[in-house]
């Protein structure tokens, strides 16, 4: 129905193969796209660069945003490699544990402040550095989760970021959709990955989404990775702004 032949993709958030931005890239791949993926750190490294290698990506280089200059090294070897951009996804969030695991209102401001930058404001400067590079349009991807409009049991400061994320893409969009930019947020039901296993009693959300979700079936990264893969193809031109729910209904039952 749709091909991302000749697309360049960004794709930030790999942990291992379990990881949501892992099953985006390997769709984005089946398509047709050449990819450029990054990893966190050294440690990670060796569990990265394999999978980026089997998926052929052009470009790999290491990616902590919290490190000056990183982002920008990034986008300059895509700058001087492709010339261009089409699509990124930003596949990544992080809160302290003392604050994840705390109660939303004793969240110090250190930690809500590294909740923010890393969660949401990363997103806001990946999509600045990619701006001049997609001069005829292109779609910026970021995932966030249920827990951004409703209480959900344990995911605590991460739902106010959420929150502030898809607010994030709603705006996003509509400052650039004049230039054929399109923004969207993936909203996945819970799903068993590495980032996840942080968050208190997930085994327990798991089961309850299993049970209540219509389809009683869990999200997969292949899911969210078809979804990802539609939103960046010409096909998918006139949507943005969205929050998209993959989620077998789960969200719908609350």
């Known amino acids: ?41 050294a440690k990670a490294e060796p569990h990265v660069r394999p999978l980026a290698e089997s998926l052929g990506a052009e470009i790999m280089m290491p990616l902590d945003v ?4 990183e982002l ?21 969030a992080f809160a302290p544990k003392a604050d994840l695991h705390g109660r939303v209102i004793d969240c110090s401001s250190d930690g809500f402040g590294k909740a923010m930058d890393i969660s949401v404001h990363s997103f806001l400067r990946m999509i600045r550095l990619a701006e001049p590079l997609m001069p005829g349009g292109g779609t910026c ?25 898809e607010s ?20 996945p039901g819970p799903l068993a990955t590495r980032a996840a296993s942080g968050i208190d009693q997930f085994d327990s959300l798991l089961a309850e989404a299993t ?21 960046a193809a010409p096909e998918a031109k006139n949507l943005t702004g969205g929050i998209h729910d993959i989620d077998g209904g789960y969200s719908i039952t609350a």
Request: with cysteine.
């Open 1 to 41: 129905m749709f091909s991302l032949k000749g697309q360049k993709i960004l794709v930030v958030g790999i942990a291992n193969d379990h990881s949501i931005a892992y099953g985006c890239a390997r769709a984005f791949r089946e398509q047709g796209a050449d990819l450029a993926v990054t990893w966190l750190n």
């Open 66 to 69: 919290t490190v000056p200059g």
């Open 72 to 92: 920008e090294a990034v986008y300059e070897e895509i700058g001087k490699r492709w010339g261009k951009i089409d699509t990124i996804l930003h596949s990544i």
């Open 141 to 165: 991807l970021s995932v966030s989760f249920f827990g951004s409009s409703r209480v959900v049991q344990h995911y605590n400061i991460m739902g106010p970021v959420k929150a502030a994320l």
């Open 168 to 187: 994030t893409v709603r705006y996003a969009a509509a400052e650039l959709g004049e230039k054929g930019i399109r923004v969207h947020a993936l909203s």
């Open 211 to 231: 049970e209540r979700a219509p389809t009683h079936v869990l999200t997969t990264i292949d899911d969210v990775g078809a979804m990802a893969a539609f939103l």
